[in-house]
């Protein structure tokens, strides 16, 4: 790279002699420009600030330490070399406070001058590096940061964060504001089967990013899809703001994107280790509801049921949440405080089945609808609804439904033909 250097004299043999002895373009400097006074210097250095300053400490009008001061404003990482004929201590204490690189004493020992802006020259170099550095690092921070984000709202939707301390820090990472009222809601569209996989995930990037634009009034707002295909929410928000932007976009998706959105969102908790059970609550209403034709935004009740639903009804939530993953009783009981044995005797009491085969029935009918896609291979919707064997899925929903997964679909497809 190369610097830009401005001199500053009032003795025209000097400043002539500088121009004359520097092998500018050798050491990587450029020559911008020359001025008898430090007046005359500011005023035309304005328009293009150079990187090094050497300039006489005693000039008529302005002086150089005056020119220096006036000088690092217009760039503050200016390099500044000192000339004086004064060997005082009061000019270089000043020249100390101005961050001078050097301080040079007439008459002035041109291979000492050299030496100087070859050393001023390598410390820009220097701190070129470091800023680019700094800026690679900050880009590649800015460019992360969205996956943070993300993670972060998984881990707290998914109940694992269970230090405060690191969900406070998380959440001041990620801009979140302190002691703010968060609504989550949980979004889903009813694509038209004709829609191909390419047309989808156009949809798919399109809606989040209208949502985006929507929330750009909120104090904080942000989302993801998540793996079973949902858009989830998460915005400091009041309730109505909340129901506003839903409206707004599900009339986006009506008319732009020719497809139905269901959604679900929770009423406001503060709470950040309510966003679990919030999060479950809206994921296990939205599956409830949701089908084709299905446009609705659901506002569930006050965020104090939270806490006052049953044990029965958590679990049925957790179950719709995550039934894309291994799920044990075990896993269930801690969710609800409770020992495996009373869920398990609890919830074949008031469901009169029992967890797995509950479990089993939620991973059936998230089956079925996913066969509606024919885009969709029948080993990916094995693996999204929770089974590792396609052949023990294949069994398990022909036993349920007296058909292959192949089968069910060939018939669906008659049917959506006819």
Known sequence: MTWTVWIADDERIQREGIVRHVPWEQMGLVLAGTAPDGE?????????????????????????????????????????????????????????????????????????????????????????????????????????????????????????????????????????????????????????????KKEKESGD?????????????????????SDGGELIWVAAAQEEQSLNILEALRSYANIELGCHLAACVGAGIRDPFAFAQSYLRAAAELSRRAGPGFDETILLGDAQAINKESPVQRIKAYIEARYAGPITVEELAKTVYLTPNYISNLFKEQTGETITDYVTGVRMRHARTQLADPQRKIYEIAESTGFNSTSYFSVVFKNMYGASPKEYRETLMGRTSE
């Not at 050299?114 to 470091?130: D, G, K, P």
């Not at 984000?149 to 301390?165: K, N, S, T, Y």
């Open 205 to 225: 990037i399109r809606l989040a990013q209208k949502l985006e634009r929507l929330c750009l009034g909120l104090r904080w707002s942000a989302s993801f899809w």
């Open 40 to 196: 005359e210097a500011l005023r035309l250095m304005r328009d293009a600030p150079p990187d090094i300053l050497v300039t006489d400490i005693k000039m008529p009008i302005m002086g150089g330490l005056e020119l220096a001061k006036h000088a690092r404003t217009l760039n503050p990482r200016l390099k500044i070399i000192i000339i004086s004929g004064y060997d005082d201590f009061e000019y270089a204490r000043t020249a100390i406070e101005l961050s001078a690189t050097a301080y040079l004493l007439k008459p002035l020992y041109f291979p000492d001058l050299l030496n100087t802006l070859q050393s001023v020259a390598a410390a820009c170099e220097e701190e070129a590096r470091l800023e680019e550095t700094r800026l690679r690092l900050q880009r590649q921070m800015e460019k992360s940061k969205p996956l943070a984000v993300r993670q972060l709202l998984r881990d707290l939707l998914q109940g694992r964060l269970a230090d405060p301390a690191a969900a406070s820090a998380g959440m001041c990472e990620a801009g979140m504001p302190a002691e703010a009222e968060y609504v989550i809601g949980v979004l889903q569209t009813d694509e038209p089967m004709k829609a191909g």
